[in-house]
T-cell receptor, first 117, second 110 residues
Framework: AQKITQTQPGMFVQEKEAVTLDCTYD???????LFWYKQPSSGEMIFLIY??????QNATEGRYSLNFQKARKSANLVISASQLGDSAMYFC??????????????FGTGTRLQVTL | NAGVTQTPKFQVLKTGQSMTLQCAQD?????MSWYRQDPGMGLRLIHY???????DQGEVPNGYNVSRSTTEDFPLRLLSAAPSQTSVYFC?????????FGPGTRLTVT
């Protein structure tokens, strides 16, 4: 079974500072994908970044980077230079690599990030 | 591209009523899925499809039916609504690297 754990229910960060949102995962699949999504108060799910388990380098997308530590089974999201518009709920998710697990995302419970002035 | 569209945006049902949540995508994705989001629980998979004519159950399938007659459409049917099905429902379609979500349907069952 796949499992995603996000241990930080809420985080605060000052504008322009960097923040790390934690995510650990568990799976028996040899290959898998890790995702981060942002959900603002308006409710839509916005894809941020993807990391494949065999990718040699950490994924980056603009101000977002994924700190992937395979041995520790962690996939932390780093947001640099936080902006007020980054205030939202953030979800970590995983997709497995086998036939039974490749079609579905397993989500964590989310971290609510609040950016302050 | 419209991406993933869902209708309706909001719905109130009485216990025992049935209804269909509509989902469509115009990206020619083979994979589509339905999730529900409850407070404090993240998103949980209800049903998914790997192509037209092929569907399978996810984590919480009871009380829901799906069918996939075309690549574009993936409707979710509530057979007999119950208050436990009050939730926000998201439809999604994906490539290998990205999963695109619809805007969601907020369903209340009284």
């Amino acid at each position: 079974a796949q499992k995603i754990t996000q241990t930080q229910p809420g985080m605060f960060v000052q504008e322009k500072e960097a923040v790390t949102l934690d995510c650990t995962y568990d799976t028996s699949d040899p290959s898998y994908g890790l995702f981060w999504y942002k959900q603002p108060s308006s409710g839509e799910m916005i894809f941020l970044i993807y990391q494949g388990s065999y990718d040699q380098q950490n994924a980056t997308e603009g101000r977002y980077s994924l700190n992937f530590q395979k041995a520790r089974k962690s996939a932390n999201l780093v947001i640099s230079a936080s902006q007020l518009g980054d205030s939202a709920m953030y979800f970590c998710a995983m997709r497995g690599g086998n036939t039974g697990t490749a079609s579905k995302l397993t989500f964590g419970t989310g971290t609510r990030l609040q950016v302050t002035l | 591209n419209a991406g993933v569209t869902q209708t309706p945006k909001f719905q109130v049902l009485k216990t025992g009523q049935s209804m269909t949540l509509q989902c469509a995508q115009d990206m020619n994705h083979e994979y589509m899925s339905w999730y529900r989001q409850d407070p404090g629980m993240g998103l949980r998979l209800i049903h998914y499809s790997v192509g037209a004519g092929i569907t399978d159950q996810g984590e919480v399938p009871n009380g829901y039916n799906v069918s996939r007659s075309t690549t574009e459409d993936f409707p979710l049917r509530l057979l007999s609504a119950a208050p436990s099905q009050t939730s926000v429902y998201f439809c999604a379609s994906r490539t290998h690297y990205e999963q695109y979500f619809g805007p969601g349907t907020r369903l209340t069952v009284t």
